[in-house]
C-alpha cells in the first residue's frame, strides 16, 4: 500500500523539494502534507504551487510549551492522514511524548555522519577538527537528538580549500541524493543501509 508522508521543514525546503520530486511512479509514498512551523517557509510556497497540502503552527505563541505545540501539530496533521514523517531541515525539538507516537515511522537527515557532529554548526566543527571526510546521515528518529538507528550515509572528501560555506553546498547537494533513496527503501520496509559516496 502507499505510504502517505508528511514532510516538515522550516526553511527553504531543498530536502523536501527532493524528496516530493522522487515520489512519482513506482515509489512506494505520496507527499501527503508539507508541514511547517514558519509560514514564510520557502518550503511552503512551494509546495502550495505544487499544489501539495500544507500546515502550520506556529510555534512561538505556545511560549515553550512544547507538548501544546504538538498537540496543535497532530491536530493539523490529522485530516492528511500520514503513515510517516520525513523530517527535513525541521529546526524544533520534539518531546519523546510526540516520538513515541511515530516510533518506526519517522526519518531525519542530518548534516553529518553520525554519530559525529550532532546538534547545530556540523561543517564547520568537522573543518575544526581537521576531518578527512563528512557528509549526511538519514536515520530513524528516537528520543535523543540526533540519535536513532542509521538508515543511510552519504560522504565526501574535505578538500583544503574547504570552508564551513563550500562544506555545507556540497553536503546540500549530497543530501538531496541520499534523502530520496533512503526514503525510497524505507517507505517499503526495507532498512538495509544506503551508501552513498560523492564528489
Ligand atoms: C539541511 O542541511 C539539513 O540536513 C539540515 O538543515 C538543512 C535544511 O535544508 N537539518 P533544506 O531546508 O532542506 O534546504
Redesign the pocket.
Known sequence: MTKRVAIF??????????LVEDMTGDHPARPAVVFSNNAD???IAWAKAQGIATAVVDHRPFKGDRPAFEAAISTALAPHAPDMIC?????RVLTGAFIDQWTGRMI????SLLPKYKGLH?HARALEAGEAEHG?TVHEVTAALDDGPILGQARLAINAEDTAETL?AR??TL??RLYPAVLRRFAAGDKRMVDVQGA
Open positions: 521543514v522550516s526553511g527553504g525546503g531543498s530536502n523536501m523539494r527532493a517557509a520557502g518550503g523530517l527535513a531541515g525541521f529546526m531525519n537527515i542530518h548534516p556540523t549526511c555545507a553536503v546540500l543530501e538531496h
